[in-house]
């Protein structure tokens, strides 16, 4: 009786060319007919006259169908510690291990994006920070801006503060000390402070935050300045030495030198 090969591998193509072949079944027999189908077997699929058949090339790795045993240091759960811990070694594990092309290649996109991250994370801070939007109105030019500014006195401001939060004022005031916020190192233009007070010798104190639209400038204690700009209630802020400093608060836009 004739026997059936290749049907339980199909990487696995053996051949009788000693034999006849039935085209159906794929027996392979002495006699005329199949033994299992009793087709009668054709002239071109009898013992010699069978074209020879190939052998398959043999696919390593996981996709050939057989068993593979893995070295330890291929084991995904190796490849892909070593991809969060030293990207380039896992990379290279990646490439040397016998796992699928596809695999490889989607795993090796992802080791990338693991190496790229704190690049990518670095970027999108710096975005944030030039997208920074500032406490003040920037819609408006200086002129309408200080026209819009209602003059207050510093007495009245220092003890209704809250009641003019978000509100257009102008307020003289005298330059005691300059000081940063904790928050300095970000390199923000919008975070140096000065620590003003009133100009009739009341010691009132206030705090104001330079926003200021039309250039820098540095103001020196004694310096007595006209501010323009918005209110901001009760201000706190935690300065260079992140000592907490309170007191009401301006964020000013503009800026007229006195004396």
Partial sequence: ????????????????????????????????NCPLCGKLCPEEMRAGN????????????????????VEWYHSWWFIILMMLVMPIVGIILLITSPHKKSLKI???AVAVLIAMLPTILFAVYGFLLSTFDSPIDTSKSREEYIEACQSVDAEEYYRMAD?????????TLKIKEKFTDGDA??????????????????????????CIQ????????GDVITVY????????????????????????????IVE
């Avoid at 004739?2 to 027996?27: E, I, V, Y």
């Avoid at 190192?185 to 330079?210: A, M, N, Q, S, V």
């Fill in 1 to 32: 009786m004739g026997r059936m090969l290749g049907a339980f591998d199909s990487d696995n193509d053996n051949d009788r060319p000693d034999l006849n072949k039935c085209p159906d079944c794929g027996c392979f027999f002495a006699q005329d």
């Fill in 50 to 69: 069978r074209k020879a058949v190939k052998a398959k090339k043999k696919r390593g790795g996981y996709s050939s169908g057989r068993v593979t045993f």
């Fill in 106 to 108: 989607a795993l090796i």
């Fill in 163 to 171: 009641t003019y939060t978000g509100k257009f004022v102008s307020i």
């Fill in 185 to 210: 190192y970000t390199g923000d233009k919008y975070t140096t402070h000065y620590l003003c007070t009133d100009t009739d010798g009341k010691e009132l104190r206030f705090i104001i935050r330079d």
């Fill in 214 to 221: 039309d250039g820098s400038q540095n103001f020196i204690a």
């Fill in 229 to 256: 700009g918005e209110g901001a209630g009760n201000y706190s802020v935690y300065d260079e030495n992140y000592d907490l400093r309170s007191a009401p608060g301006i964020f000013v836009a503009y800026v007229k």
